[in-house]
């Protein structure tokens, strides 16, 4: 055998294939890593084929030259679900070693390797493995160079070989200059923007590209701080003060002459800064084409904005696109799982100058601590997401956060605590689903001793509201609840049998038995007037309790500010995923996000592990607040009786400014519509179609932007793809403004 192919480090095959098929992989942790080697010379071409289960990989290959693998020498080609890398051996002696890291995060890929004596059939393979999987990424790769390989392979596959995030980037920053090329701020004293850059033995190259992309804005009223922090590297010292001796008003430069660290070297940038507003940027990264220009006109068009974020491009070292973070707008509930505001974020000068320092005990996870402290003392109509990827992250393990990750991470979680019990909340963090992330748990959770009342609507299955009443008095650890079953004409008697037996046991069951039509809307309400509980939750008669402690997880989220309904993590009874939230405007109506994605899949930047704020979810399992249910009124029957009524009791809630909550530590298996069969059966499809135009006419979800979601992810799939907008997104927040 030519070639051996060797896991390293946090690799565990699942399933092993014979040669030349497939194995089955996970990786359980954020570096796994394989290592290539060469045993002879007869075969002299490698395919490695990868493929993600329900998820985007981010594979990188490394060229070991001298004693380690680094960076600089690796080979990063743009985020596939797919991968063909096409090998060449190098010719004449032993080659170094390859390492090959599939993938950056805890998930399952498949993978094989198929070696070639001559080029003819790896060409025949790129060829039928493309006309059968075109979003397939074929990246090749020179062994002794670790590079890419001459042009003639590669003719003829043009057409393929156009990565998506590159060619949209193209084209949104093009229509970025065409769309802000009138745009212009005024010059002179104060600037304002102060953009602040902590360096510490930067190399030269990326101080370079700072300036470039700084001198590529095309506006005035921004100036530059460089802020070192006892940097010891001649050549750092010397560009800073080439840089320092070159007359400019608007680029500064200052020196510690001892290093204390990354808080402290922005404090001390933020303190020469003169800009009304003020933004930081890491020293190995830049600013994306026209960032300045979308900024100011946010600036403008929002006077009374007091923070503003904006979506982040991922690149390389060379600054070729690598795959975007796109945001959603302000949503607390997220931040206090993930720092998902990062780069870029644009503070008042005077708000940051009342509210005090970085602070350096915090480091590695500083910026993630004034986030939470600064966002804190303002109300959140002022808090911004402008959709748009002004910055670029040159994003590596030799940060401060990557190299020191649990440093990182703990810092973080004291973060998380100190602001929560600025707001007199007591928690402690644990793990997320997701490690390095958090799960805030609340020592005395708002709610946590208050009654929930379960409305469970049902009509014979008796073998599910058996299951179902069996897990909720046995299964559910949690120490006040009523059940309310609403039956709309049971005509199985070992079913009323089932209610006279509970209701003779249970002081704390009741029910009801109606002769009339399924009407979701008409049982919910007719619970709501027999609920005595401060809580009142859903339960479709179709869901199975995995875990004891989901319904205690559910009522804590109340415990955030102003949440009016929370949701449950569903799950089909194969661990694929039913719902993880809904996004408004899904096909011009509303649609389950990564609908059947494995039960571990984290979504774009993993926000399926962490708490998050959506619009909408599934009434199948919906927990809602006295308050809140009292608000909004009562369920739809008119319009909504089957289809889309718990979108639009969501949407009502949405527009009275409640918050709602989706938690993926709750979770149950839901097997959806048994009890009723599918909406799209005959003898209901013309109640459907009208219960989709209802939900069209009464909230214009066929042009509703979903604050959950982001303007360049598509509206068509529930795994959102890019898309191109017809114009340049406007900064919003969260709920729509009063009018």
């Not at 001559?118 to 059968?132: A, G, K, R, S, Y």
């Given at each position: ?17 014979c040669?030349?098929?497939w ?14 080697s060469?045993?002879g010379?007869r ?25 380690r ?11 596939s679900?797919?991968?063909m ?15 090959f ?15 070639f ?17 075109p979003d397939?990424?074929?990246?090749f ?31 949104l920053?093009a ?15 104060p ?26 804005q095309?506006i ?8 070192d ?23 500064k430069v200052v ?11 922005t404090?001390?940038g ?13 020293h190995?990264?830049?600013?994306a ?6 900024i ?7 006077p ?13 070292q ?17 931040l206090?799982?993930m ?5 870029f ?15 350096p ?13 600064y966002?804190?003392?303002?109300n ?27 440093i ?8 998380l605590v ?8 007591a ?18 959770p ?7 009342s ?11 509201i058996?299951?179902l ?7 559910t650890?949690?120490?006040s609840?009523?059940?309310i079953?609403i ?9 009323l ?10 002081s704390?069951f009741?029910?009801e038995?109606?002769e009339?039509?399924f ?19 859903l ?6 309790i ?25 799950l089909?009874?194969?661990?694929t ?10 096909g ?24 998050n ?6 009434g ?19 319009n ?19 918050r ?5 530590f709750a979770?149950l ?24 135009a209802?939900?069209k ?10 604050p ?10 529930s ?8 114009h340049l ?9 009063k009018?």
């Open positions: 055998m030519a070639f051996i192919l060797e896991p390293a480090k946090d690799l565990r095959l699942s399933s092993k294939a040669r030349q098929q194995n089955f992989w996970r990786s359980e942790g954020d570096d796994p890593a394989f290592l290539l060469k045993t010379r075969q002299e071409w490698l395919i490695l084929d990868l493929i993600g289960k329900n998820a985007t990989m981010d594979a990188k290959f490394y060229v070991k030259r001298g004693r693998y680094r960076e600089e020498d690796a080979i990063a080609p743009p985020e679900v797919r991968y890398f096409v090998i060449e051996s190098a010719a004449g002696g032993k080659p170094p070693p390859l390492r890291d599939p993938c950056s995060f805890i998930g399952e890929f498949w993978l094989t390797y198929r070696e004596i001559d080029i003819t059939p790896v060409q025949e393979m790129i060829e039928t493995t493309l006309n059968q999987f397939t990424h074929v990246e790769i020179s062994w002794k160079k670790a590079s890419s390989i001459s042009d003639w392979l590669t003719r003829g596959l043009e057409r393929w070989l156009r990565p998506p995030v590159r060619s949209h980037a193209t084209q920053y229509q970025a200059e065409q769309e802000l090329a009138a745009v212009t701020a005024p010059i002179g004293a600037p304002w923007l102060s953009v602040v850059v902590p360096t510490y033995n930067t190399p030269p190259r990326y101080l370079d590209d700072i300036i470039e992309s700084f001198r590529r095309r005035g009223g921004v100036e530059l701080v460089f802020s922090d006892g940097s010891t590297s001649s050549q750092t010292l010397a560009w800073l003060d080439r840089v320092s001796r070159q007359p400019s008003s608007y680029i020196q510690s002459f001892q290093n204390g660290g990354i808080s402290t070297a404090n001390l933020i303190n020469e800064a003169t800009g009304t507003w003020v933004a930081l940027l890491d190995d990264d830049v600013f084409p026209a960032a300045f220009k979308a100011f006109k946010c600036i403008e068009q929002n009374a904005a007091k923070f503003i974020y904006t979506d982040t491009l991922i690149v390389r060379d600054l070729s696109p690598k795959r975007y973070i796109l945001k959603p707008a302000y949503d607390p509930i997220l206090s799982g720092n998902y505001i990062n780069h974020s644009i503070f008042r000068r005077d708000c940051l100058a009342r509210l005090g320092p970085m602070r005990e915090m480091d590695g996870s500083q910026d993630y601590d004034l986030l939470l402290r966002l804190s003392h303002i959140e109509t002022e808090i911004l997401h402008l959709p748009f990827p002004a910055y670029w992250w040159r994003r590596h393990k030799k940060s401060f956060s990557h190299q020191h990750m649990d990182a991470t703990n810092n973080a979680r004291k973060a100190a602001h929560f019990a600025s707001r007199q909340q928690v402690t963090v644990e793990n997320a689903e997701t490690k390095m992330f958090h799960k805030v748990v609340f020592n005395r708002t709610g946590g001793d208050k009654k929930v379960v409305i469970i609507p049902n009509r014979n299955c008796f073998d599910l058996q299951s009443l069996h897990d909720l008095f046995n299964r650890d949690y120490p609840i009523e059940v079953v039956d709309n004409g049971s005509t199985d008697d070992r079913v049998r089932l209610y006279r037996s509970y209701n003779a046991s249970h704390n009741i029910y038995v109606n009339e039509p009407n979701f809307s008409r049982s919910i309400n007719r619970g709501y007037e027999k609920a005595t509980g401060e809580l009142l939750l339960l479709n008669n179709d869901v199975e995995i875990e004891s402690g989901w319904l205690l997880e559910m009522v804590s989220c109340f415990s955030y500010e102003n949440v009016g309904i929370v949701g449950a993590k569903l089909y009874p194969n661990d995923i039913q719902h993880a939230g809904v996004i408004v405007g899904f011009g109506l509303a649609g389950h996000w990564y609908h059947g994605k494995s039960n571990d899949f984290g979504g774009h930047t993993n926000r399926l592990h962490v708490r704020s959506m619009t909408c979810v599934t199948a399992v919906m927990l809602i607040s006295r308050q809140c249910a009292d608000a909004v009124g009562r369920w739809d029957e008119d909504f009786a089957v289809a889309y009524n718990d979108v639009d009791y969501c949407l009502r809630a949405f527009n009275l400014r409640y709602i909550v989706w938690t993926p979770r298996y839901h097997h959806e519509s048994i009890s009723r069969g599918s909406d799209r059966s005959p003898a209901n499809r013309l109640r459907f179609e009208r219960e989709k209802n939900l006419r009464l909230h214009g979800t066929g042009t509703f932007s979903d959950a979601s982001n303007p360049f992810f598509s509206i068509n799939s795994d959102p793809r890019l898309r191109q907008c017809a997104p406007a900064a919003r927040s969260w709920f729509r403004p009018e």
